[in-house]
């Protein structure tokens, strides 16, 4: 793959594993990030893995930056040779399509959007060759999803969605991003989905809503009481396409203390998925709904 | 015994040295924009010089103080008061229980530091007491100091004199034009030379945008980009990328016209590409900035970037032998 380092001012090094997102350039960032957490070198302050890049931070008063360069490279054959399996968790996340609230948000920003006569996911579905938006729903929360990145703000996802490549749903941006997004909002961005973790400024086309919080900073919230991001890389994600009444049932669960994801511990192999796409999703989605 | 809140300026903010650590998940470090300034201000007054203080953004607060307490305002040329009476900054000054600490205008610089000694002792939240507003983290519920707030303080600060001063060449501000030193790097190679050479030729001036997240800048030249075709995952625009880390101080170009320096409240990425990093060493002077500043970028190499920083760490040390 060939991945390019380039200082980040004197404080940072990021490594473009490949221009192109791709999952096996995601598991290179992955465990070359991995490789440098184990190698515990000195000076090191922050690790991010990202799509098909990451970022290290130093402090350059404890290691050069040419020879925190150097520790980097010399750990790129480790991390090459990693096996590219991830011990992980599925996670479903109800999605309730087409609410309100976002449909609310949607239409006030019509002048900053490609089809200012069509919803999002009207122009979503259009552009990427489904006659419903029914059907576009149906192949967005058909197959599993991998989160490939945390971060924008406060523990947002982006999730890379795992089918071939000519089955993968594209969506440019907002021509000129919003002023506002609900918090919770489905998104998407590129060939990204994501989940907006809070209010705020947001260039992704809206889908939905989901029910469940993913962070909260007074740890409220009954899963989020060990820490308050629910998302890390590696993650995989399933979307469970819910309707207004469930959406609010599940709002009362929250509230309530008693919402508990369904979350299933999970092997993922790289090689077995490129092998048989399928074959490895259907396996994915036995184990999550087993027991 | 706190310090009670009468009115709270503009964007005044609790803020320490910040959170390290949580950047992976899209928590900035945050923290004092101009990190100098807090840790004179709190040496002044005896504190830990990474206690938590004020910033307050061109209009300062009125607070009420409940105790005695030692007081000293870094940073901004944002004049301090005690009942009207005027006090120097970068200065030591006491503000006695029943005493009200306000503000005259604004003379230069952009934030200014309020010391209170013993810190403010707010809840710690992920190791830092800054608060990020984004993600409604850290300060008093997440957010900026409103009217009626009480601010708790901590103990054990050093005993300091009245009139103990930072000397004035230790004091750094903004020079007009402002210059802030780039490291090209990142995408750099994403634009054309002649674009490469714009960028530092001409003169940009801050924008109404300008916050703890960046500080946007107008007025240079469109940057052209090498053509190519876009990657997948990359998005359409030529300035996009596919969605990567921003680092502290990244200079990312949305649609090449105006550049924006990413702060201490960063998003933690995106997919804009980037043409170099502020260095270290200047990121303080963002924080001093106020919009329409004329300022330049400038070019520089990996060693003067190292240079610069043991400047800074030089000024900083001066600072504590000054004060000590």
């Known amino acids: 793959m060939g991945s390019r380092y380039t200082f980040g001012g004197d404080e940072h090094i990021f490594v473009e594993v490949d221009e192109a997102m791709s999952l096996e350039a995601f598991f290179v960032s992955l465990s070359m990030t991995n490789a440098v957490r184990d190698a515990g070198i000195k000076g090191v302050t922050e690790i991010c893995p990202a799509n098909a890049s990451f970022q290290i931070k130093f402090d350059p008063d404890v290691i050069h930056p040419d020879d925190m360069m150097a520790e980097l490279k010399r750990l790129e054959e480790t991390a090459e040779s990693a096996e590219p399996v991830l011990d992980t968790r599925i996670i479903e996340i109800p999605v309730y399509y087409q609410d309100p609230w976002t449909h609310e948000t949607l239409m006030r920003f019509r002048e900053r959007h490609q089809d200012p006569n069509a919803t999002d996911i009207e122009y979503a579905a259009s552009i990427n060759g489904y006659d419903s938006v029914d059907k576009f729903i149906e192949a967005h929360s058909g197959a599993p999803w991998f989160v490939s990145m945390v971060g924008f703000v406060s523990g947002l996802p982006f999730l890379y969605q795992m089918v071939d490549r000519p089955r993968q749903i594209e969506v440019p941006k907002y021509l000129r991003p919003r002023t506002d997004t609900p918090r919770l909002t489905v998104g998407y961005g590129g060939c990204f989905s994501c989940i907006y973790s809070v209010r705020g400024a947001g260039g992704y086309q809206m889908f939905g809503i989901t029910p469940m919080p993913i962070y909260d900073p007074e740890q409220k919230v009954s899963y989020l009481q060990d820490f308050m991001v629910f998302f890390k890389p590696g993650d995989i994600v399933k979307w469970k396409p819910i309707d207004r009444e469930e959406y609010d049932a599940a709002v009362a669960e929250v509230q309530a203390g008693t919402f508990a994801p369904r979350i299933r511990n999970v092997r993922f192999s790289l090689d077995e998925y490129n092998a048989d796409i399928d074959g490895t999703n259907a396996k994915l989605m036995e184990a999550l709904n087993a027991g | ?324």
């Open chain 2, 1 to 324: 015994m706190p310090v009670n809140v009468i009115s709270a300026g503009i964007a005044t903010t609790i803020q320490d040295m910040g959170r390290p650590g949580y950047y992976h998940l899209g928590i900035p470090m945050g923290g004092a924009m101009d990190r100098l300034a807090l840790r004179a201000a709190n040496l002044l007054v005896g504190n830990d010089e990474e206690a938590a203080g004020l910033e307050s953004v061109f209009v300062g607060p009125e607070l009420e103080f409940t105790e005695d307490a030692m007081v000293a305002v870094c940073g901004a040329e944002l004049p301090p008061k005690v009942n009207g009476e005027p006090r120097a900054t970068w200065t030591a000054f006491p503000v006695k229980a029943g005493q009200v600490l306000s503000f005259d205008f604004l003379k230069g610089g952009a934030r200014a530091y309020i010391a209170i000694s013993g810190g403010i002792n707010t809840p710690a939240k992920l190791g830092s007491r800054s608060t990020y507003a984004i993600g409604a983290l850290g300060g008093i519920d997440g957010r900026a100091v409103q009217p009626g707030d009480t601010l708790p303080l901590g103990k054990g600060a050093k005993p300091r004199s009245e009139g103990l001063s930072v000397p004035q060449k230790l004091r750094r501000g903004p020079g007009s034009p402002a210059e802030l030193r780039v490291l090209p790097g990142l995408y750099w190679h994403r634009v054309t030379e002649q674009a490469q050479k714009d960028f530092f030729d001409d003169t940009w001036k801050v924008a109404n945008e300008a916050d703890r997240m960046g500080y946007r800048f107008q007025g240079g030249r469109k940057l052209e980009f090498v053509e190519r075709e876009q990657p997948f995952g990359a998005g359409a625009d030529p300035s996009n990328i596919t969605d990567a880390c921003y680092p502290y101080g990244s200079v990312q170009v949305p649609s090449g016209t105006e550049p924006i320096v990413l702060h201490r409240d960063a998003v933690s990425g995106g997919g804009y590409f980037m043409i170099g990093t502020v260095i270290s060493a200047d990121m303080d002077l963002i924080g001093q900035l106020q919009p329409h500043t004329p300022t330049r970028f400038v070019k520089v190499d990996m060693e003067t970037a190292l240079a610069a920083r043991r400047d800074q760490a030089g000024t900083m040390n001066a600072i504590r032998e000054a004060l000590s």
